[in-house]
């Protein structure tokens, strides 16, 4: 999923945001939860839920959460004020409460930009991909392991520390600056070093809004500059975006910001020493908009949403061509259904899948060893007996959250699975579609907190 988010160029606003605040033993609490950018109404942004239908948009002059999406209705959830804003961030809210048959100001509920973040440093143990894991004090924190990036109202710093760590006890800081998350790159980060007992400034360590890793996908072998094609790492920041390295081929896919485009660039770091110069060129090294292909950015603040469209560099017409076949995204490798038990009509739809490519611009996935396939179709994931062609024909179907690229860990809504005594396809509610840690097959880390042991070095910021 994006749930690393980039801004809508149009008015400014997060592709997502959290609602956050309602305990769960008050009524209503259902409200909170992600929500993901759809559109507008009214000429304000829309959010819908992750996982339900509720919707939280602009109407008749107040924000609104609404459990039946936008709709022309004075029935709803909760409510805040307007202040003259693109997006609902920092209102204040009421709820509706039965008993009182009206709605009650609760000063706890919040919508917060909280986009997951990636961490590169030097140390292994602290770099890596950070899922929002909750609030406090208002100010999102994030995990990773037995690691946290947390904000720390005194010092008005973000930390990285252990969770073991208190205070302002911590591996790593970075002056807060007023963000309200700390995946920004202009954020100047200082790493502890125990050998010395000094805080270092390291101009390699970045905190980003932006996946660890991008796949390029779609370019046709035989194709001039087919060599685009492959999955890149994050490695550093350059012009105040995310830079990607494709290992083993010297290229990178870095922001150009005189034409606001994202540029695929084999020449950059030809030269020999390739990983010892991507920081010193990162910094400051001089470079042109010369590429194998671009895009133009619109806003995004990393390169993997499959809406951007690439042109590529062809010989035969000395010009870059738009290829509608290629795209870039941060689609998981790996997929695992389940939920549906062997015995029943069409339980063979659970299992592995492997990311195998695009269909019709989206990532696609396949079991390995038959043609059984996950598919993206208008405005629902499909699963196709008969793989990847075009046809609306399919042993299961489901509706596709706005703003995810994949359908797994809430990015496809209430599967519903043909059953041939019917002649129809029937909800089934016990079907889920998660992402797997490709290396281990267990879900994903981002989304269920393993427990290891992780040997820190800290001490106070203040030291």
Known sequence: SDLFGHRCVDMAVPSSLRLLGRPSTLENSDICG????????????????????????????????????VRDSDMAAAWAKDHRQPSPLGLAWAVWKSGAKDFVADPNVMALEAPDVTLISRRADISGEYTFAGVSEGYPYYSKGDMLIRYHHEGRKWLVAGTEHKGNHCIAYAEAQET?????????????????????????CHCLAAPSVIHVLGRHPQACNARICGTYHLVGVREGRPLYLLPGKKAVIRYAPESDRWLIDFDALSEPGILGRILQWA???????????????????????????WHVWENSQNRAVLD?????????????????????????????????????????????GVTMAIRRE????????????????????????PGFEHPGDG?????????????????????????????????????QRVESTVTTSHAHFGA
Not at 421 to 428: E, P, V
């Open 378 to 401: 208008k405005s629902r994931w499909i699963i196709d007996r008969e793989g990847l062609r075009d046809s609306l024909t399919c042993v299961a179907y489901a509706s596709a959250t």
């Open 411 to 447: 990015g496809s809504r209430r599967w519903h699975v043909y059953e041939s005594c019917s002649g129809c396809h029937a909800l089934d509610l016990a079907i889920t579609v998660r992402v797997e840690d490709p290396a281990s097959g267990e879900p994903n880390a981002k989304r």
């Open 324 to 368: 509608p076949c290629v795209r870039a995204t941060s689609a998981p490798v790996k997929l695992q259904v389940s939920g549906r038990g062997a015995p029943q009509e069409n339980g063979d739809i659970c299992g592995e899948y492997l990311l195998v490519g695009l269909h019709k611009g989206w990532p696609a996935y396949q079991k390995p």
């Open 34 to 69: 992600l929500y993901v950018h759809s559109g507008w109404n009214e000429g304000r942004a829309t959010y819908l839920q992750v996982g339900s239908n509720s919707a939280l948009y602009f109407r008749n002059g107040t924000w609104v959460v609404d459990r039946c999406g």
């Open 283 to 309: 910094i400051g090294g001089a470079a042109s908009e010369a590429c194998s292909a671009f895009a133009d950015a619109k806003g995004s603040t990393h390169p993997g949403h499959v809406d951007l469209e």
């Open 180 to 204: 309200m998350h700390p995946g920004y790159g202009f954020l100047k980060w200082q790493l502890w070093n125990a050998s010395t007992g000094q805080w270092n400034a390291d101009d390699s």
